[in-house]
Every structure is written in structure tokens, then in C-alpha cells.
């Protein structure tokens, strides 16, 4: 999985004018599978050049200018790097759960093929019918 950062900043770029002028809302919305906080907070003060320092790391990817308004610092407007495939969509799928679920057991399910997913449920189904009768 890609770090927050460099994932924010890849939507920002994404999402960019020619001037690498973006909205936070904009890059908040390009990026459900994280919280929203977390991105915020990386915009507005982690990846910030001209924010406060409240950070311990800090990225120079952006500059701010004005209520929401970003621009990219030029030397990041253009990132030539490959699109991260190593996240898939089980990890968009797990980490949007609410917490109290236990992802172990919905993490193994998703390892399984469809296949074996329905022989499970089969397994489960007829032990089941065997505790009812």
C-alpha cells in the first residue's frame, strides 16, 4: 500500500489545472477509501509549505492559496512514477469497515476464490441444518 502522502499527492496532481491549481475538496473527494481528516490534514499542513510546523514529517508538495485553494510546488507537478498496483480493491473494501468487525476473518474470505467461498458457505449452511435436526 502506497504511503497517504504520495497518495495525496498523486490525486493532486491528477486533478490539477495547467497552473497545478486544485481544490481540497477535490482531493478529498478522489480519495473514499481514506479518511477524510487524513487528507485533509495532509493538504492543509503535513504536505504544506507555507503551514505552520506541526508536524514531526513534513513533504514540500503544496503551497496554499486561499480558503481551500492548493497549488503544487513545481517540482512535484509532474510525477513520471507508475500508478501503485499493489493496492486492490479488497484493501479499498477492508478498509472502509467499521471497527468492531474483525477483519481477519473477512480478509481469509477474500483470499479464497469464488469458488471456494461457496463451498464454505455450503460447509457452513449443512453444519447448521445438522445443529437445527
Same mark, same amino acid.
Given at each position: 500500500m502506497a504511503a497517504v502522502h504520495t497518495e495525496v499527492l498523486d *490525486? *493532486?496532481?491528477r486533478l490539477a489545472d495547467r497552473s497545478g491549481q486544485f481544490r481540497l475538496r477535490d482531493v478529498v473527494r478522489a480519495l473514499p477509501e481514506l479518511n477524510e481528516g487524513t487528507v485533509r490534514t495532509h493538504v492543509a499542513s &503535513? !504536505? !504544506?509549505v507555507n503551514a505552520p510546523s506541526h508536524h514531526q514529517s513534513r513533504h514540500?508538495?503544496?503551497r496554499a492559496l486561499g480558503r481551500g485553494i492548493y497549488a503544487i510546488e513545481p517540482s512535484f507537478r509532474k510525477r513520471s512514477r507508475p500508478p501503485d498496483r499493489t493496492r486492490g480493491w479488497q484493501d479499498a473494501l477492508i478498509a472502509r469497515i467499521e471497527s468492531g468487525v474483525d477483519r481477519t476473518l473477512i480478509e481469509e474470505s477474500l483470499k479464497l476464490t469464488p469458488t471456494e467461498r461457496l463451498e464454505a458457505? &455450503?460447509?457452513a449452511a449443512a453444519s447448521l441444518e445438522r445443529m437445527r435436526g
Open positions: *490525486a *493532486a496532481v &503535513r !504536505c !504544506c514540500p508538495y503544496f458457505m &455450503r460447509r
